[in-house]
């Protein structure tokens, strides 16, 4: 390869962009990762950690039983522990009346061939002793092959590998200029290079509007600016990634427990950690888990997430540059996904079309949010 | 509950209380927010609620500054309002704190803010100095000298600082059975500061008598030695020291062991700025003393509008400085609220200004002989670098070669920092081991902070008042 | 293993206020108004605070920075000993592991 010209130049470097380059790589193509500032920094790296299949929109439940079994194999061959377990995840239904609309869920998913339970209100206390007892809530819904990691080392342990194989990562390299010619993009720049390649892929989360602008398309992604508390190291008396709501918590393998501290809108791109997040998260544990008001929050941190107008990702090839892919938009939910957007990018590209269908994922399509549809869950 | 102050003060130690002193006397309107139950920050500690103490001769001198200004702040008490016991966690806006206050937050809004953090001391960590029984000198001349418990027989004080020698006095008047002072300051190789040092005759004269003192009251001397080791089960019971080289690092096969059940260690102090790198102002690395300050111009002022800071937690100083600059903050922002006159400005400041040069130039000749030097930080790979977490030497040079490149990467990497006490300890640690693995010191950067500063249990966010300090 | 602390209240200069009783492991101990626990407990002989890792902690840097000294404190977990005063009747815990346990 020649230094800045490669098959695929990948931009952004999350969970989905690194799976791109990796499984590019393990294709034998030659790529090349542009990351603005240090892979995993953004929001693949400052999620929850969720990795998790129940619960979705119907169309990304196939990519994420798919993601499973990659993140199975995966884990084996990545250098360190990246705090992969399949702890579970379980969504408490507050009232009856989301307790049905679970249950249709669970039957959907079941026939999609997902192990997934409806458990009673005993069930649960059964797996969460921790739930305050005056809290009559009506069940939950469980998955056992769900789980959660390390979402900052997920990453650079996915690029280490992507290096392994061939891939060049490069870092500190936003990019500044795309140039289009005929129809494809021919180049794109960054501060000091100017880099070549016959396919592009832009999975930049937040900053992929601002990219798309630049070959005169306009997109609709919008920017979310989320939020996470970190209590103290606590022992273990939960093992699902446990939510209820619009309120989520998992324990990491080292003890914290994480707490959603929600999310915003957000126009400017700010990581600071607001003020209102102490209250949300507060609020939402008061009378549901009381033993979480004496312990103690050491830390938090925000992140941005890009979110599309439907909740579901932007996977496609873009209708009138044909060398130019999108994989962004995850909406708060990506985690789980991003090694089979990277396999499924790679096939697209390599192979000629992926192999599972992504039309519901389309660019330009009617972004509607049809809740029949459309679970998702935070 | 909200409340609004002109001027409000983070911390009640020299810079603090002659801050509000100052603006007091103009007539400004101060509150004071202090973490501990009493003023007078770490040097000018208050006795414990109930104690009579008696103090030290070496130690009279220093309580008569502490107790006049404490004075000086009563006379006011009419202007200054302080409250104890409140901790400050967060910084909203960089316009008002958010404070802890009786299990309630409490939201304190200022037109002008004055830092005055103070220090925290130097960790430096070799095998085993995570015992029990092995205390910081601070540390344990606040045990001895405030809370009057001697806290074993035979005693170890090592490191680099002035401050050793005034805890060794302590710990001999308190009656301990045994005291060696292990320091790395080689003075042979002081020597060519002495020209600098003779322009300060008392203060050397000074330093020279308690010397002699404490060699009449068989304190053991060990120069240029540091502690290499310490040994023991559920505590320390044995410290096994090594002479040190020009660049202080230990000379293989030097070793020398004692039998001892407490260590000091000293080996100077680091800016507690943390309400300052929320704040998002300028900061700059000083490599003689090896840490990130804030920045200020001569006025105290950073680079945040209306935010000052003074005293140590702006660079390590001293309560002489301390005071000066928070007469210089207090001042400047009692100008800028309009109630002293030009005129009285620039004469009162000239004046602190020039104070404050003079004994600059004792601080900088102390920085230069007790500086910490890099062979300190050539550690074991086993030993313990992050003490909340239990990370090691080793393990963070393997995240440094993993390939992170700012400390905060590294952090996220290694967990280092991730702790109770979020970095305080270890920060200034990991950040000579990036400095030694070649990355340089503005990559390196120092750990970004987030709200809460210091552990908050969750429950108590349930009564505030969210619509307040959302964003 | 457990090692005792050779500490002594210092008798000259310092003239002390009440005494109280605290409660330490089940074990009752006098202190002094005005003293902190970690005061309290290494004048008793008591060094190790709990452990972390599996390694003995105790008071490191006693101004309430380090957290070295953290101890379960009349039921709440992670006290800084250093910091908190003895009061009549306190409940003080080891911990024995650095994950604090679920009350």
């Known amino acids: 390869?020649?230094?800045?010209?490669?098959?695929?130049?990948?931009?952004?470097?999350?969970?989905?962009?690194?799976?791109?380059?990796?499984?590019?790589?393990?294709?034998?193509?030659?790529?090349?990762?542009?990351?603005?500032?240090?892979?995993?920094?953004?929001?693949?790296?400052?999620?929850?950690?969720?990795?998790?299949?129940?619960?979705?929109?119907?169309?990304?439940?196939?990519?994420?039983?798919?993601?499973?079994?990659?993140?199975?194999?995966?884990?084996?061959?990545?250098?360190?522990?990246?705090?992969?377990?399949?702890?579970?995840?379980?969504?408490?239904?507050?009232?009856?009346?989301?307790?049905?609309?679970?249950?249709?869920?669970?039957?959907?998913?079941?026939?999609?061939?997902?192990?997934?339970?409806?458990?009673?209100?005993?069930?649960?206390?059964?797996?969460?002793?921790?739930?305050?007892?005056?809290?009559?809530?009506?069940?939950?819904?469980?998955?056992?092959?769900?789980?959660?990691?390390?979402?900052?080392?997920?990453?650079?342990?996915?690029?280490?590998?992507?290096?392994?194989?061939?891939?060049?990562?490069?870092?500190?390299?936003?990019?500044?200029?795309?140039?289009?010619?005929?129809?494809?993009?021919?180049?794109?720049?960054?501060?000091?290079?100017?880099?070549?390649?016959?396919?592009?892929?832009?999975?930049?989360?937040?900053?992929?509007?601002?990219?798309?602008?630049?070959?005169?398309?306009d997109s609709p992604l919008m920017v979310h600016r989320d939020q996470i508390l970190v209590t103290e190291p606590m022992q273990h008396h939960f093992d699902p990634f446990i939510i209820y709501g619009d309120m989520y918590m998992r324990r990491a393998i080292e003890g914290n427990v994480h707490l959603w501290g929600g999310h915003h809108p957000i126009a400017a791109f700010d990581k600071q950690l607001s003020y209102g997040a102490f209250a949300y998260a507060a609020d939402r544990i008061a009378t549901k888990f009381p033993y979480l008001k004496k312990v103690n929050i050491i830390r938090g941190f925000a992140g941005l997430t890009c979110y599309s107008p439907d909740e579901i990702p932007i996977l496609d090839q873009i209708p009138n540059i044909s060398n130019l892919f999108i994989a962004a938009g995850f909406s708060g939910h990506g985690f789980c996904l991003g090694p089979i957007v990277g396999k499924l990018m790679a096939e697209w590209i390599a192979d000629g079309r992926p192999s599972l269908d992504l039309s519901a994922f389309r660019w330009g399509r009617n972004y509607n949010k049809n809740d029949s549809d459309n679970y998702n869950c935070l | 509950m909200t409340h609004h102050y002109k001027a409000v003060i983070l911390g009640a130690g020299p810079a603090g209380l002659s801050a509000a002193v100052e603006l007091a006397r103009s007539g400004t309107e101060v509150a004071i927010v202090e973490d501990n139950p009493d003023v007078g920050g770490q040097v000018y500690r208050q006795p414990p609620e109930g104690f009579i103490i008696k103090e030290e001769k070496h130690l009279v001198a220093r309580h008569k500054i502490g107790h006049q200004l404490i004075q000086n702040l009563k006379k006011l008490s009419g202007k200054i309002s302080i409250v104890h016991n409140a901790y400050t966690w967060g910084l909203c806006n960089n316009k008002c704190l958010a404070v802890l206050h009786n299990g309630k937050i409490n939201l304190i809004e200022f037109d002008k803010l004055f830092l005055c953090e103070g220090a925290i001391e130097r960790s430096i960590p070799f095998r085993g100095w995570t015992l029990p029984g092995i205390m910081t000198a601070g540390g344990l001349q606040k045990m001895v000298i405030n809370q009057g418990l001697l806290p074993?027989?035979?005693?170890?004080?090592?490191?680099?600082?002035?401050?050793?020698?005034?805890?060794?006095?302590?710990?001999?008047?308190?009656?301990?059975?045994?005291v060696g002072v292990c320091e790395a300051t080689s003075y042979l190789a002081n020597l060519r500061l002495l020209p600098n040092i003779l322009t300060h005759g008392s203060l050397l004269s000074e330093f020279i008598s308690m010397q002699q003192k404490l060699l009449r009251r068989s304190v053991k001397f060990y120069r240029p030695y540091t502690i290499a080791s310490a040994e023991g089960e559920a505590k320390v019971r044995k410290a096994i020291l090594a002479k040190l080289d020009n660049s202080w690092v230990p000379i293989p096969g030097s070793e020398t062991q004692i039998d001892i059940d407490i260590v000091g260690l000293g080996f100077g102090f680091l800016p507690h700025a943390r309400l300052a790198r929320l704040c998002g102002c300028d900061h700059v690395y000083d490599p003689l003393q090896k840490y990130w300050k804030p920045m200020t111009d001569q006025y105290m002022q950073s680079s945040q509008p209306n935010i000052y800071i003074a005293g140590d937690s702006k660079g390590i100083g001293g309560a002489d400085v301390a005071e000066l600059d928070g007469r210089i903050a207090g001042m400047h922002a009692a100008f800028e609220l309009g109630n002293i006159t030009q005129r009285e400005f620039s004469d009162q400041m000239n004046v602190l200004l020039n104070k404050k040069l003079r004994i600059k130039k004792y601080v900088l000749l102390l920085n230069q002989i007790f500086a910490p030097r890099d062979g300190l930080y050539d550690l074991d790979g086993d030993t313990i670098v992050c003490r909340c977490e239990g990370i090691t030497a080793k393990e963070i040079l393997a995240g440094i070669d993993l390939g992170a490149r700012d400390i905060n990467e590294l952090k996220r990497i290694t967990r280092f920092g991730m702790g109770l006490c979020q970095g305080r300890t270890c920060e200034s640690i990991v950040t000579q081991l990036m400095i030694q693995r070649d990355v340089s010191i503005n990559k390196i950067g120092y750990l970004n902070l987030r709200p809460p500063l210091s552990p908050v249990q969750l429950g108590t966010f349930e009564t505030a008042a969210s619509k307040d300090i959302d964003r | 293993m457990y090692?005792?602390?050779?500490?002594?209240?210092?008798?000259?200069?310092?003239?002390?206020?009440?005494?109280?009783?605290?409660?330490?492991?089940?074990?009752?101990?006098?202190?002094?108004?005005?003293?902190?626990?970690?005061?309290?407990?290494?004048?008793?002989?008591?060094?190790?605070?709990?452990?972390?890792?599996?390694?003995?902690?105790?008071?490191?840097?006693?101004?309430?920075?380090?957290?070295?000294?953290?101890?379960?404190?009349?039921?709440?977990?992670?006290?800084?000993?250093?910091?908190?005063?003895?009061?009549?009747?306190?409940?003080?815990?080891?911990?024995?592991?650095?994950?604090?346990?679920?009350?």
């Open chain 1, 1 to 217: 390869m020649i230094y800045n010209d490669a098959d695929v130049i990948v931009i952004g470097g999350g969970i989905a962009g690194s799976s791109t380059a990796l499984s590019l790589a393990e294709k034998g193509r030659t790529v090349i990762l542009l990351e603005k500032g240090r892979v995993g920094e953004e929001a693949s790296g400052r999620c929850a950690g969720g990795v998790r299949q129940q619960n979705r929109n119907v169309a990304e439940l196939p990519l994420a039983m798919e993601s499973i079994k990659i993140w199975a194999d995966m884990i084996n061959e990545l250098e360190y522990d990246v705090g992969y377990r399949r702890s579970g995840n379980l969504q408490i239904a507050m009232t009856p009346d989301e307790y049905t609309s679970l249950h249709r869920i669970c039957e959907r998913e079941k026939s999609m061939g997902l192990k997934v339970e409806m458990l009673s209100q005993r069930d649960v206390r059964g797996l969460i002793s921790t739930i305050a007892k005056d809290w009559d809530f009506a069940g939950g819904k469980y998955c056992p092959t769900d789980g959660s990691a390390n979402p900052l080392l997920v990453v650079k342990a996915i690029c280490r590998m992507a290096r392994k194989k061939g891939a060049a990562i490069r870092e500190h390299e936003p990019v500044t200029g795309m140039t289009l010619k005929s129809g494809q993009l021919t180049s794109i720049s960054t501060f000091d290079n100017e880099y070549h390649a016959g396919a592009f892929v832009i999975a930049a989360g937040p900053w992929t509007h601002k990219l798309c602008n630049q070959v005169g398309l």
């Open chain 2, 152 to 178: 074993g027989k035979r005693f170890l004080l090592a490191g680099s600082s002035p401050l050793l020698l005034s805890v060794a006095a302590s710990l001999v008047a308190a009656g301990a059975e045994f």
């Open chain 3, 3 to 103: 090692d005792k602390s050779l500490a002594m209240r210092q008798k000259k200069g310092f003239k002390r206020g009440e005494l109280v009783k605290i409660v330490y492991n089940g074990q009752i101990i006098s202190a002094y108004k005005g003293e902190t626990i970690a005061t309290a407990l290494i004048a008793a002989g008591h060094l190790v605070s709990g452990y972390s890792h599996s390694q003995p902690r105790g008071v490191y840097c006693n101004i309430g920075i380090c957290h070295s000294c953290a101890m379960k404190v009349n039921g709440i977990g992670n006290t800084r000993i250093c910091k908190t005063l003895v009061t009549d009747g306190c409940q003080i815990e080891s911990q024995n592991d650095r994950l604090r346990e679920i009350e």
